[in-house]
């Protein structure tokens, strides 16, 4: 199984001018110029941005991408976004909480779920890997998994 994360742009800020910079506040829309893959993330180059002083402006800004520039996942693939939500049951039908967020760990990543137990908010985290997980059904909004509630 492999976990896509949809373009997540990542402004580049050199550290020696990082003190400088304040952080971007606001709405803009640009068109993308280019883009590629940089370690485990995207890094593009927005049309109307010419130089380091314009990209550096833009420290901290969120990106949105339209859910149909994203290309088709694959058998196995998923986006974080259609994770996130989601119900986890695991093989005795018991359920484990629904997905909160994802962490990338670098090896693997990992699903953050919350639950309660006895009125107090909980979390707890299962590695996203095919070990663990028997199923994703996206339609029904559920993933199976080989984890026990007291894991």
């Not at 299962?126 to 028997?134: E, Q, R, T």
Request: glycine share 4%.
């Amino acid at each position: 199984m492999q976990i896509l994360r949809p373009f997540f742009f990542q402004t580049l800020v050199y550290p020696a001018f990082r003190k400088r910079c304040k952080t971007f506040s606001g709405v803009l829309t640009l068109a993308v110029k280019e883009s590629k893959e940089h370690s485990d993330t995207v890094v593009a180059c927005a049309k109307g941005i010419e130089d380091r002083s314009a990209a550096e402006a833009l420290r901290g800004a969120r990106i949105f991408v339209p859910r149909s520039s994203f290309p088709t996942a694959q058998t196995d693939e998923y986006y974080w976004v259609d994770l996130i939500g989601l119900s986890v049951v695991n093989r005795q039908q018991e359920s484990l909480g629904t997905v909160k967020e994802l962490l990338s760990t670098g090896p693997q990543t990992v699903l953050v779920l919350e639950y309660s137990q006895d009125g107090k908010a909980l979390e707890r985290m299962i590695p996203f890997v095919a070990a663990y997980i028997d199923d994703v059904d996206l339609p029904a909004r559920c993933i199976r998994v080989d984890w026990q509630s007291d894991y």
